[in-house]
């Protein structure tokens, strides 16, 4: 079975540009999260979708920070404009539907962002 | 103050030793807990799941106390292959919103 997909590995931009990171869940599984982890912390829950609506994104810095999660399927989390503290791993996870919860969320690889 | 806290280590043992790691939650509506296990440079990944009455999976052994609001993980035996980072992890809520501790180093040394 594959797993969970994200792209670009790793990123480098300036402050103030603007970032886009992509993520493909494992099929079938209607929830979708993504996380900052910022090095020497856990992981923090950004935002949490379940199919294409937004269950949890009280986490999430809205003035700098979107998310969205077209036809339930694929995620892409952007950010602009970049600041220095956003230097993070940023991790995209899925579980499947949390009827009955909890269910084991699947990690991808994530995607390394340095803003210089 | 932290809804999840853990010792950060790290935790340096030879090969064999027993160790064990704590962690404490602040939020008494949690319902659940696991351990996640997160090797450098790379994603976490469930390692169990922790219920009231103690759980054992081969050389690694959870245990949970609601009352005090308290985790453990032990490892016997230990493995250089079991050098990484264990991080504590709490849900609480239908939403299946994972709270993870900031993660407690682990260096097995030969």
């Known amino acids: 079975e594959a797993g969970v997909a994200q792209s670009p590995r790793y990123k480098i931009i300036e402050k103030r540009q603007s970032v886009a990171f992509w993520c493909n869940p494992i099929s079938g599984h209607a929830t979708l999260y993504w996380y900052q982890q910022i090095l020497g912390q856990g992981p923090k829950l950004l935002i949490q979708?379940?199919?294409?609506?937004?269950?949890?994104d009280s986490q999430l810095p809205k003035d700098r920070f979107s998310a969205e999660r077209l036809k339930g399927v694929d995620s892409t989390l952007k950010i602009q404009p970049a600041k220095l503290e956003d230097s993070a791993v940023y991790l995209c996870?899925?579980?499947?539907?949390?009827?009955?919860?909890?269910?084991?969320?699947?990690f991808g690889p994530g995607t390394r962002l340095t803003v210089t | 103050r932290k809804e999840v806290e853990q010792d950060p280590g790290p935790f340096n043992v030879p090969e064999g030793a027993t160790v064990a790691f704590n962690c404490t939650y602040s939020?008494?509506?949690?319902?659940?807990f696991f351990w996640y296990r997160q090797d450098c440079r790379k994603e976490p990944k469930l390692l169990m799941s922790?219920?009231?009455s103690g759980n054992e999976d081969g050389r690694f052994t959870a245990q949970l106390n609601r009352a005090s609001q308290y985790i453990s993980l032990l490892i016997r035996d230990s493995k250089l292959s079991d050098s990484a980072t264990y991080l504590c992890?709490?849900?609480?809520?239908?939403?299946?919103?994972?709270?993870f501790g900031t993660g407690t180093l682990l260096a097995v040394q030969p």
């Open positions: 939020n008494s509506a949690s319902q659940s």
């Open positions: 992890v709490v849900n609480h809520g239908a939403t299946n919103k994972l709270i």
């Open positions: 979708f379940q199919n294409n609506g937004v269950v949890d």
């Open positions: 922790v219920y009231s």
């Open positions: 996870a899925s579980s499947p539907l949390s009827r009955a919860g909890p269910y084991e969320q699947y």
